[in-house]
C-alpha cells in the first residue's frame, strides 16, 4: 500500500516554479497537425500564507489556466506546483487529494457551481464527505463554516436550496464549502464578477477578515485592477500566458513599468476597458520576442527578443525592455 503523503508546514502556501502549459488547438496545420496554444509559459510566482496575490490581465491571458494547475486540475507541461513546499505537478490523484484539503477554489458563478438539488447543509458538507471527515460535529463546523462566510446565523440557511438565496448569498455558500476544511489559501476566480457593487464590497469584506483572523491566503483572479488594488498586497500582471509585472499593489499601482500595465490602469481611469487588436488566445507570436509588441505603441528592435523579468526594485520586477528611465 502507497504510503499516505502528509502536507508539510511550510513558509510558502503556494509556488510556481518556471510553470509552462500548452493546449492543442481545433483545426489543422497540415498532416493532421493542430496548432498549440500557450496558456501559461515560464511562470514563478508564490503565495505567503495570510497574504493576498492578485493575477490580473484580460480574458484569456491565461490566469483561470493557472488556477487549475495549482489546484491539480490539470497536468503541467514543464515546471513546478508546490503546495506548502511540496512539488506535486507529477503527483499522482492520491498526492493531490491530500493537498486539496489546505487549497480550495471558489469559482465565478454560485449559479452554475452550486447544484440546486442539495440543500445548503449537504452543499457545505460535501467536502468532509469526499475527505473523509464526517463526524458527530460535521453539522457544528457547517454552521461555523456559514457564519465565518458572512450568512448569520447560520441556522437560517442550513436548511434552504439555493434557489432560496439571492447571489450573494449563493457565492457565500461556495465561501463556505471552501471554509469547512480550514484551509490555508483559497484560489478565488473572479469571485465578485456576478455580483453587484453593493455585494462585491461585502464578500470582499469578508475575505479580508478571513485573512485577518485566520491567515487564509488568496490567488485572487480577476479582470479589474481596481478590485485587486482594494484586496491585494501583492500584484501579478499577466498577458498572453506570461507575467509581465509582478510587485507590492502600491508600487505597481503607483508606479506601473509594463505598458500592458499601464494601459489597464488607463482603463480604470476612464472607466472602458480600450478594445484589444488581437484576441489573447491568439498563438505566440511566431517570431518569438516580446508578447505584447504588437499593441505596444514604444515597441523597438530589441522587442524581438523575450524579455525577461527583472527587477526594478525590491519587491517589483518587470518583463519589458523599455528603459525605465526614460518612459
Request: aromatic share 4%.
Amino acid at each position: 500500500m502507497a504510503q499516505e503523503v502528509t502536507i508539510a508546514t511550510g513558509t510558502t502556501v503556494l509556488e510556481f516554479v518556471d510553470l509552462s502549459k500548452s493546449f492543442r488547438a481545433r483545426g489543422v496545420l497540415g498532416k493532421g497537425r493542430r496548432p498549440s496554444i500557450v496558456a501559461v509559459e515560464d511562470v514563478s510566482l508564490a503565495v505567503e500564507p495570510g497574504t493576498a496575490v492578485g493575477l490580473i490581465g484580460e480574458s484569456g491571458s491565461g490566469k483561470s489556466t493557472l488556477a487549475r494547475l495549482a489546484l491539480g486540475l490539470i497536468k503541467p507541461d514543464a515546471g513546478e506546483v508546490r503546495i506548502t513546499g511540496r512539488d506535486l505537478a507529477g503527483a499522482p490523484e492520491r498526492h493531490w487529494r491530500e493537498a486539496r484539503r489546505v487549497i480550495h477554489l471558489i469559482f465565478q458563478d454560485p449559479y452554475d457551481s452550486l447544484s440546486t438539488r442539495m440543500r445548503v447543509h449537504d452543499l457545505v458538507a460535501e467536502p468532509l464527505v469526499i475527505h473523509g471527515m464526517e463526524g458527530t460535529d460535521r453539522r457544528a463546523r457547517i454552521l461555523a463554516a456559514l457564519e465565518q462566510a458572512g450568512l448569520r446565523p447560520g441556522e437560517e440557511y442550513i436548511d434552504r436550496f439555493p434557489h432560496e438565496l439571492s447571489g450573494g448569498q449563493r457565492q457565500r455558500v461556495a465561501l463556505a464549502r471552501s471554509l469547512v476544511l480550514e484551509p490555508r489559501l483559497i484560489v478565488a476566480d473572479e469571485p465578485t464578477s456576478m455580483l453587484d457593487v453593493s455585494l462585491r464590497a461585502g464578500l470582499l469584506r469578508t475575505m479580508l477578515e478571513l485573512r485577518a483572523d485566520h491567515g487564509i491566503a488568496f490567488l485572487f483572479i480577476t479582470h479589474d485592477l481596481a478590485l485587486a488594488r482594494f484586496f491585494c498586497d501583492r500584484l501579478a500582471v499577466m498577458f498572453r500566458g506570461r507575467l509581465v509585472e509582478v510587485g507590492d499593489t502600491d508600487a505597481v499601482v503607483a508606479r506601473p513599468a509594463h505598458p500592458y500595465t499601464r494601459a489597464l490602469m488607463q482603463a480604470v481611469r476612464d472607466l472602458e476597458v480600450p478594445e484589444a487588436p488581437h484576441a489573447a488566445t491568439t498563438p505566440s507570436n511566431p517570431g518569438g520576442g516580446c508578447q505584447y509588441r504588437d499593441r505596444c505603441r514604444f515597441a523597438h528592435d530589441a522587442c524581438a527578443d523575450e524579455p525577461p523579468l527583472r527587477s526594478l526594485a525590491p519587491g517589483h520586477s518587470v518583463a519589458c525592455h523599455l528603459d525605465e528611465k526614460n518612459p
